[in-house]
Antibody, heavy 120, light 107 residues
């Protein structure tokens, strides 16, 4: 069974940093692109970032570019999201999702999400 | 960036009803469109990919159609488990955009 389990969320002050992790199992992790998507309280889904299967390429939403960094460790079947210079508007549940073997793929499955709250 | 617009934002319906949700893209996305179902406190679940392909395990009462800029999700006969929020998503290669969501509620 394909499974994604996020961790690392929590409460952080504005300007602070947090690193999210997403542990994958049940599929050949190194063959698939991975994504992060977030959902602010009571709001819709917003794509945040993606990383190619071998880690050679990354893309970010305008709202996080320059502050967030996605990475992966294929030996550990884990994808990460390093979040720096956090703002109140980054408060959300962060989901990791499995993509496809290229860029033109849907997301499935998704992890259960990890909540991030940016507040003083 | 490609914008995705869903309608309606909220839909009230009864068990057994046939309903349709529409999603429009700001430019052509061929059939690079997916539909997801999300229940409160849960992660989104893939229903439809490539505009009309049913994900494994998803009931046959769900169907999708469309190409280019206009797409629909149809539920042929609503069941109690279907009351949730539905999102469309374009995955046209460089960025990925979701519609604002359609909340399907019991009438």
């Amino acid at each position: 069974e394909v499974q994604l389990v996020e961790s690392g969320g929590g409460l952080v002050q504005p300007g602070g940093s947090l690193r999210l992790s997403c542990a994958a199992s049940g599929f050949t992790f190194s063959s698939y692109w991975m994504h992060w998507v977030r959902q602010a309280p009571g709001k819709g889904l917003v794509w945040v970032s993606r990383i190619k299967s071998d880690g050679s390429g990354t893309t970010y939403a305008d709202s996080v570019r320059g502050r967030f960094t996605i990475s992966r460790d294929n030996a550990k079947n884990t994808v990460y999201l390093q979040m720096n210079s956090l703002r109140a508007e980054d408060t959300a549940v962060y989901y990791c999702a499995k993509g496809g073997r290229g860029s033109f793929y849907w997301f499935a499955p998704w992890g259960q999400g990890t909540p991030v709250t940016v507040s003083s | 960036d490609i914008q995705m617009t869903q309608s309606p934002s909220t839909l009230s319906a009864s068990v057994g009803d046939r309903i349709t949700i529409t999603c429009r893209a700001s430019e052509s996305i061929s059939t690079y469109l997916a539909w997801y179902q999300q229940k409160p406190g849960k992660a989104p679940k893939l229903l439809i990919y490539e505009a009309s392909s049913l994900e494994s395990g998803v009931p046959l009462r769900f169907s999708g159609s469309g190409s280019g800029t206009e797409f629909t999700l149809t539920i042929s006969s609503l069941q109690p488990d279907d009351f949730a929020t539905y999102y469309c998503q374009q995955y046209n290669g460089y960025s990925y955009t979701f519609g604002q969501g359609t909340r399907l509620e019991i009438k």
